[in-house]
Every structure is written in structure tokens, then in C-alpha cells.
């Protein structure tokens, strides 16, 4: 296993530095390069692809220099981002792509612009449950093989069982040990955010309701109610309503969904290049 350096920032807390770190930047790499094959398929694969490096390098530099929390959420920030580079590079070929009128063409909407943004925070999530789990006892490290297992080696239930010499369902359980700690991570993250703080018990139970309230159709504040203090509800809720309206990001590993999960975040437990993208 080719696990990443000990090197990762959060996405929000190196952009408000105005110093983005590398990995912090490439984990918008694959919700911006899937939102563009979306909302775009009549461009070149090849112009997309450019696409996703310009806005990388834009987030890298001077774009966010430019960010101003106070104005708004970076989600729709990048928004403006990304349909700069799109038509900027549409107008750089448009030989190449006659009756093409870059002005003409859609811009993320805020939906898009939120799953971006969901994307890019779960990259950040594994990356903090992947550090929890090496960190952990012997039980823990199973888990985070396991995990290892789906993301950087594609495998199947049976395939890890084989490997690490366990049964299916014992590999089950430890994917839903590691999707309790991705969650947690999650959550954890959108709380720093908002500044408040949980002891980690506190914030364990808030993530296990959290859990239960994404694949529940009762409503979100009914679920976290007496999950803990008002505010800690409060961000839970919004996140988990971010989550389950319509961003089926944990359907399940072997779903058409939950591959499209593990390819997202293979690039998380695999080696770091030395540079940036």
C-alpha cells in the first residue's frame, strides 16, 4: 500500500491563508473534472482536461487571493472560477471549434457547485479518516486495510476477505467502521468551520446520528435534535441536507454511485507526487 505524505491542510483553512497547499487544491480535481464531462460533453476531451489544470493553478494563485469570505461561500466563488477558464480556453481553440460561442455557454449552477464542493470535502474527509485509522490500534489499521483495499485496488468484498484472511461480512464491518470515521471527519471539518468545538465523544455521537439521519427520510432536525448543542445540530443539519439532496455519495461501495466514490478518492491513499499538479 502507497499511503501520502503527512503533509495536508484543509481545503477552507488554506484558502482563507491565501496558501493553498497542493493537496489541498487537487481534491477539486476530480468533482471539477466530472462536472465538466457533465455540463459540457460536446468539448474536447482533451480541452476539459486543460480545463481542470487552469482551474487548479487559478485556485493556486491568484484566484484565491481574490476570495473574500465575507462576500460569500467559496462553492459559488468557484463557480465564476470555473466559467472564466472554460471560456477562456474555448476562446484560446476557437479555430478548432467553429459556431462556438463561448459566451453562450452554461455556467455551474449552485447544485453543481455543491457537489463540487461535497466532492472535494470527502477527498479531505478520507484523507483525515485515513490518518485516524494509521494512527489506531491493530484493530484500526484492519480497518483502514481494508479501505485500502476498495480505494487503491478497486477489490470487491470477497477480493479483500481473500487478501487480509477474513469473511465477507467481517469485511463489511470494517467498511462501516471506516464509513463512520469518514462521516465523522466530514463533520468534524464543516464544525471547525463554523467554529464550534465538541469533545470527542460528543462529536462521535453527533456523527453516529449524523449517519443515521443521511440515509433516514425523516426530517434532518428531527433526527439530530437532542444529538447535541444547538449549534453542532445546526451545521450537522445543514450539512446532511447538502448530502442527501440528491448527492448519493455513500450508496454503497458496488453501486454505479459508490464507484464513482472510489474512483474520486483512489488518489487519496496513493503516493504523493513532489509536485503539484
Sequence with gaps: MGFVGSTWFTTLAALRAAEPDWQAIAAYREPIARFLARAYPGLPVDLREDVVQDVLCAL????????RPERGRFRDYLRGVIR??????????????????????????????????????????????????????????????????????????????????????????????????????????????????????????????????????????????????????RVAADLAERVRAGRRWFPGLDSPDGRAFVSALRAVLEPAPEEGP
Excluded at 493556486?60 to 476570495?67: I, L
Design 60 to 67: 493556486r494563485t491568484s484566484a484565491v487571493a481574490r476570495f
Design 84 to 233: 472564466n477558464q472554460v471560456r477562456a480556453a474555448v476562446r484560446a481553440r476557437r479555430r478548432e471549434l467553429p459556431g462556438l460561442d463561448p459566451d453562450a455557454l452554461p455556467a455551474a449552477t449552485s447544485e453543481d457547485a455543491d457537489a463540487i464542493d461535497l466532492g472535494a470535502r470527502l477527498v479531505l474527509a478520507v484523507r483525515a479518516a485515513h490518518d485516524a485509522l494509521l494512527a489506531g490500534g491493530a484493530a484500526e489499521r484492519e480497518v483502514l486495510y481494508c479501505l485500502s483495499g476498495r480505494l487503491v485496488n478497486g477489490l470487491g468484498y470477497e477480493a479483500i476477505a481473500a487478501r487480509e484472511g477474513l469473511s465477507r461480512d467481517a469485511v463489511k464491518r470494517r467498511l462501516a467502521r471506516a464509513r463512520a470515521v469518514i462521516l465523522e471527519a466530514l463533520l468534524a471539518e464543516a464544525l471547525r468551520e463554523e467554529g464550534v468545538e465538541l469533545p470527542p465523544r460528543a462529536l462521535a455521537r453527533l456523527a453516529r446520528e449524523f449517519a443515521t439521519a443521511l440515509s433516514s427520510r425523516r426530517p434532518v432536525e428531527e433526527l439530530l435534535a437532542r444529538a447535541g448543542p444547538a449549534p453542532a445540530v
